[in-house]
Nanobody, 126 residues
Framework: EVQLVESGGGSVQAGGSLRLSCAASGISFDDYAIGWFRQAPGKEREAVACISSSDVSTYYADSVSGRFTISADNVKTTVYLEMKNLKPDDTAVYLC???????????????????WGQGTSVTVAS
């Protein structure tokens, strides 16, 4: 059974930092791409950062490029999203997702991901 559990969300002031974690079980990062998505109230779910299987390639949305970093710990089967210089527009529920694919660059469409975590809330105050 595949399970994804996010943690690390919270409330911060603009300019602050957070590190989100996605603990995965039932999968191997050699075969699965992992994506971090976010969904704000009234907005569509969007890909924030994605990493391909075996850490070959990464993707960042333009809105977070240079501020967010995605990384994978294959031993812990955990994917991290380091978020710096947070802005109020980053406020959303952040979800991690997994897809069994060797695609490079990593897939970024939510519908292509098969497994989802429950999400962790991030609030950035101005």
């Amino acid at each position: 059974e595949v399970q994804l559990v996010e943690s690390g969300g919270g409330s911060v002031q603009a300019g602050g930092s957070l590190r989100l974690s996605c603990a995965a079980s039932g999968i191997s990062f050699d075969d699965y791409a992992i994506g971090w998505f976010r969904q704000a109230p009234g907005k569509e779910r969007e890909a924030v950062a994605c990493i391909s299987s075996s850490d070959v390639s990464t993707y960042y949305a333009d809105s977070v490029s240079g501020r967010f970093t995605i990384s994978a710990d294959n031993v812990k089967t955990t994917v991290y999203l380091e978020m710096k210089n947070l802005k109020p527009d980053d406020t959303a529920v952040y979800l991690c997702a997994a897809a069994r694919t060797l695609s490079v660059p990593p897939i970024t469409t939510a519908g292509d991901y098969n497994y989802w975590g429950q999400g962790t809330s991030v609030t950035v105050a101005s």
